[in-house]
C-alpha cells in the first residue's frame, strides 16, 4: 500500500513536505503553491495520501484541509526516513508570526491543529504590530481559503488565565497545539 503511494512522485513530494513541516494542517492551495505544483496534482496527491491513512482531512466551512495522521502505523518510521533524507522545512508562517512585533507567545490552534471547531486559530502574547499583522492575516487567510481567527494577550493577562485554568486557554491547550514562542515563566504570575 504504502509503496504505491511513495511510487507516485507528487506523492512523494507532498508527503515529503509534510513530515518536514511542523505538524500542521495545511490547505490544497498552500501545498501546491508551497511545492510549485498545479492545484489538480497537489489534491490529488493529498487525497491518495488521505486513502492510504497517512493523512487526515477535515472541513472548516466548506475547504478541506489536510494533516498528518500521527496514529497511522508507520507514521514513525516515516518520519524516522524522511527525517534522514531531508532537512527540516522552515514554515513561512511560523516565520511570519515570530515578526509580528514583540511576542512573548504565539500559539497555533483550531484551523491550524485540525481541530476546526476551536474559537481561535492564532493565540498572540505581548505587543503585536497591527499592521504586520493584517498583513500576515491577509495573506494567510489567503491559502487556507478563510478568516483566521486570533486573539491577542498580555502577558500578565495570558499567565493568569493560564493559571486559573480558565476555559478559553484551557480549549488551546488541551488539544494539538503549536507552539510557535513561548518565552513565559510557567505557572508563575508576572
Keep these: 500500500m504504502i509503496e504505491d503511494i511513495i511510487d507516485s512522485k507528487s506523492s512523494s513530494l507532498v508527503l515529503g513536505f509534510l513530515l518536514a513541516s511542523p505538524q500542521r494542517s495545511f490547505s490544497v492551495l498552500e501545498v501546491s503553491k508551497r511545492l510549485r505544483?498545479?492545484?489538480l496534482?497537489?489534491?490529488h496527491a493529498l487525497n491518495k495520501l488521505v486513502a492510504g491513512k497517512i493523512l487526515k482531512s477535515f472541513y472548516k466551512k466548506g475547504k478541506k484541509?489536510?494533516?498528518l495522521n500521527s496514529r497511522y502505523y508507520l507514521f514513525?518510521?516515516?518520519?524516522?526516513a524522511f527525517k534522514k533524507t531531508k532537512p527540516k522545512q522552515a514554515d513561512e508562517l511560523l516565520t511570519a508570526i515570530k515578526g509580528l512585533?514583540?511576542?512573548k507567545a504565539a500559539f497555533l490552534?483550531?484551523?491550524f491543529t485540525g481541530y476546526a471547531n476551536l474559537p481561535v486559530d492564532i493565540l498572540l502574547v505581548g505587543k503585536v504590530n497591527l499592521k504586520k499583522l493584517a498583513t500576515f492575516l491577509k495573506s494567510a487567510e489567503?491559502?487556507?481559503g478563510q478568516e483566521i481567527n486570533y486573539s491577542i494577550m498580555?502577558?500578565?493577562?495570558?499567565v493568569q488565565r493560564r493559571n486559573t485554568f480558565d476555559k478559553f486557554i484551557k480549549d488551546i491547550f488541551d488539544y494539538h497545539h503549536l507552539k510557535v514562542i513561548d518565552t513565559l515563566p510557567k505557572n508563575k504570575q508576572l
Excluded: R, T
Excluded at 154 to 158: A, C, M, R, T, V
Design 76 to 80: 514513525a518510521d516515516l518520519k524516522k
Design 109 to 111: 490552534s483550531g484551523i
Design 154 to 158: 498580555s502577558p500578565k493577562e495570558f
Design 101 to 103: 512585533g514583540k511576542l
Design 65 to 67: 484541509y489536510f494533516i
Design 37 to 39: 505544483m498545479p492545484n
Design 41 to 43: 496534482k497537489a489534491a
Design 142 to 144: 489567503k491559502l487556507m
